[in-house]
């Protein structure tokens, strides 16, 4: 099956992608000291109820939510629950919406009250780097240049990209293939092409690059216990430069 998404097809994906852009705004409206998790959770629902979406999340290989908060030195993939947000914390929230069978994935790290010095720089340059690589998206770039955009921004900031989790291809599935790692050499791997659609996700730690997983099966950590940060769009590469599917 082609990666190469048609024009109709990138539209039903932008309307999926609002439904995130629409759940990361009201989950950012309720981050504050003392609101649990699980909360956060609850507010993504409501949205795609109140959207006739699903959570392309809850359920995928058992994952039992419909998003992932991932606090301090958690990477990615921590399950919502009965953790308290704290003035201080730095907080990412991955989520995605299927709407007429395709699917929008996009991801924010925010800081909580008053945070660190290191926090807020980790946060910028992580965001940065994901602009980096959607800037990156244009025609007849290849995936390498993509992963170079990210790895450079995040190292020259003193920073380490995470090792063994990828970006990777979207469409009528979440993860579809290629997957697309946030290093490489620029002009090496496949050539981006119009219609390609990718959901580029950069995850920055702000020490080692190095990490391990918890018991519950889902939850990534950093393995030196240092702070991580995640941002996350879907993109398509179109004649006229890259579009960022998930926005309002």
């Given at each position: 099956m082609s990666r190469v998404k048609s024009?109709?097809?990138i539209a039903k994906m932008r309307r999926a992608g609002r439904v995130v852009a629409e759940m990361h705004e009201e989950i950012r409206g309720a981050l504050r000291p003392g609101v649990t998790t699980a909360h956060l959770d609850e507010i993504a629902r409501a949205v795609l109820q109140r959207r006739g979406a699903k959570s392309n999340f809850f359920g995928y290989m058992g994952y039992p939510a419909a998003i992932c908060a991932s606090v301090n030195d958690e990477i990615v993939h921590g399950i919502p629950g009965a953790y308290r947000i704290r003035d201080g914390d730095v907080v990412a929230i991955d989520c995605g919406a299927v709407l007429g069978g395709w699917h929008g994935d996009a991801a924010?790290?925010?800081g909580v009250g008053r945070i660190s010095e290191v926090a807020a720089s980790l946060i910028e340059v992580t965001e940065r780097s994901l602009l980096a690589a959607i800037d990156a998206m244009v025609v007849g770039n290849h995936m390498g240049d993509v992963g170079y955009a990210v790895q450079q921004t995040a190292e020259r900031a003193g920073f380490s990209i995470v090792e063994g989790y990828t970006g990777h291809a979207i469409g009528?599935?979440?993860h579809e293939n290629p997957d697309v790692?946030?290093?490489g050499r620029p002009g090496r791997g496949a050539k981006l092409r119009p219609g390609d659609v990718f959901a580029l996700e950069p995850m920055v730690n702000?020490?080692?690059?190095q990490t391990y997983a918890l018991e519950d099966g889902w939850t990534v950590k950093s393995a030196d216990g240092s702070l991580s940060a995640h941002f996350e769009h879907t993109v398509a590469v179109t004649s006229d430069g890259p579009e960022v599917l998930t926005v309002p």
């Amino acid at each position: 099956m082609s990666r190469v998404k048609s024009r109709d097809q990138i539209a039903k994906m932008r309307r999926a992608g609002r439904v995130v852009a629409e759940m990361h705004e009201e989950i950012r409206g309720a981050l504050r000291p003392g609101v649990t998790t699980a909360h956060l959770d609850e507010i993504a629902r409501a949205v795609l109820q109140r959207r006739g979406a699903k959570s392309n999340f809850f359920g995928y290989m058992g994952y039992p939510a419909a998003i992932c908060a991932s606090v301090n030195d958690e990477i990615v993939h921590g399950i919502p629950g009965a953790y308290r947000i704290r003035d201080g914390d730095v907080v990412a929230i991955d989520c995605g919406a299927v709407l007429g069978g395709w699917h929008g994935d996009a991801a924010f790290t925010a800081g909580v009250g008053r945070i660190s010095e290191v926090a807020a720089s980790l946060i910028e340059v992580t965001e940065r780097s994901l602009l980096a690589a959607i800037d990156a998206m244009v025609v007849g770039n290849h995936m390498g240049d993509v992963g170079y955009a990210v790895q450079q921004t995040a190292e020259r900031a003193g920073f380490s990209i995470v090792e063994g989790y990828t970006g990777h291809a979207i469409g009528r599935a979440l993860h579809e293939n290629p997957d697309v790692p946030n290093h490489g050499r620029p002009g090496r791997g496949a050539k981006l092409r119009p219609g390609d659609v990718f959901a580029l996700e950069p995850m920055v730690n702000a020490g080692s690059g190095q990490t391990y997983a918890l018991e519950d099966g889902w939850t990534v950590k950093s393995a030196d216990g240092s702070l991580s940060a995640h941002f996350e769009h879907t993109v398509a590469v179109t004649s006229d430069g890259p579009e960022v599917l998930t926005v309002p």
